[in-house]
């Protein structure tokens, strides 16, 4: 699955923690690495690329473990989610399901359902600021799957996209698994949580071949579990956004949590002296304006942080921040503030990391 509404990462790997960036990935070795009782490995998927890193087991079980064995059982499984959720696949449950005009229940699979449920909860927690029905009007703003063709839409093009979205006009039920628009041109777009939810499921598989320290990285979507070898945490560096001579925000020890950013300063473009970034309102139909350059979200699974990041990229830091405090979310925010980026954390980010207000 390409994701269309969300900006590209890059993940580092050196001084002994994983740096999250926001640029075009530039990690092309697909051999595994072996580094104090840590094996990696990459591979493709989604339109980025993804990087999982797996701690010794026991001294007692073989190590290293059959990378080639655990890399295909990871393909197979991001495999089975793109052809679940993809609007790059024509033939993907998803692409199905927007192609149909029928106001009728559209079969779809457990995890499919189970995608669609979260998505439409965190809508709804959100107030409409997360919409995974928003990919007509990404779209209409050249955001969409191989477009790009940066131009400002007109006001009879943006109001005719926002006449088909809306969270509220999708239903999805679990058994049997099911989805059903009231509208026939709804357009379903998970490209902001499938992201997340395949970290995910890419950790579940391999906690169950039995691996107790991973990290599991998908486009600057991550998700650990344990520690590594030597008992320490896992490392992530957030990087500082635009204009910084500094090459990272924040170096966070991540033990058993998940971990999402969500920015704008890669995927825009500029007309006739005005910045649009890809991140969209779904109220307005139109790209944010407002001082917001970076979040990122920690939460227990990756699908919510991932869901959550865009929310918050669309509300901005003030109401984002508000957002937080209120459902004791633990985020970072970086914002424009003159030529500078300024930073902002969450009370319950301050108190996982120990950061002084």
């Not at 669609?116 to 703003?141: C, H, K, Q, S, Y």
């Not at 926002?162 to 239903?171: D, N, V």
């Not at 049997?176 to 490209?191: E, H, Q, W």
């Not at 633990?330 to 930073?343: N, V």
Request: proline fraction near 6%.
């Amino acid at each position: 699955m390409t994701t269309s509404a969300g900006n590209t990462i890059r993940c580092y790997v050196g001084l002994g923690f994983l740096l999250l960036v926001g640029l075009p990935w530039m990690m092309v070795s697909c051999e595994p690495s072996y580094e104090s009782g840590v094996v990696s490995f990459t591979g493709q998927t989604m339109g980025t690329r993804y990087k999982v890193s797996l701690a010794a087991k026991a001294p007692s079980s073989q190590w290293p473990p059959d990378t080639n064995h655990v890399r295909r059982l990871v393909n197979q499984k991001l495999d089975e989610i793109n052809r679940q959720m993809s609007t790059y696949d024509p033939e993907s449950e998803i692409s199905r399901f927007n192609q149909s005009e029928s106001n009728e229940w559209f079969p779809v699979s457990d995890e499919t359902a189970f995608v669609v449920a979260f998505a439409l909860e965190i809508g709804a927690r959100t107030e409409g600021a997360f919409d995974p029905t928003i990919g007509p009007v990404v779209n209409v703003w050249g955001f969409g799957p191989g477009q790009q063709k940066e131009v400002v839409p007109n006001e009879q093009a943006i109001l005719k996209a926002l006449a088909r979205i809306g969270y509220q006009k999708l239903e999805v039920r679990k058994d049997p698994p099911a989805l059903r628009k009231s509208n026939p041109g709804i357009y379903l777009d998970l490209s902001a949580i499938a992201k997340g939810y395949a970290v995910d499921q890419v950790t579940e598989l391999l906690k169950a071949q039995g691996f107790g320290g991973t990290l599991v990285e998908i486009g600057g979507e991550v998700r650990t579990t344990g520690s590594k070898p030597d008992l320490s945490p896992w490392r992530i560096a957030i990087e500082k956004s635009e204009h910084s001579p500094q090459p990272f925000q924040q170096v966070l020890e991540l033990s058993d949590a998940a971990l999402a950013t969500s920015g704008d300063y890669y995927n825009f473009f500029v007309k006739d002296g005005i910045r649009y970034s890809h991140s969209i309102d779904p109220q307005t139909g139109r790209p944010v304006h407002h001082a917001l350059a970076v979040v990122s979200v920690q939460a227990d699974t990756c699908m919510e942080a991932d869901a959550l990041a865009t929310a918050l990229l669309v509300m901005g830091t003030d109401r984002g921040y508000d957002w937080c405090i209120q459902h004791a979310v633990a985020g970072l925010f970086q914002y424009r503030h003159r030529l500078a980026i300024d930073t902002r954390s969450t009370p319950r980010f301050r108190q996982l990391y120990g950061i002084a207000e």
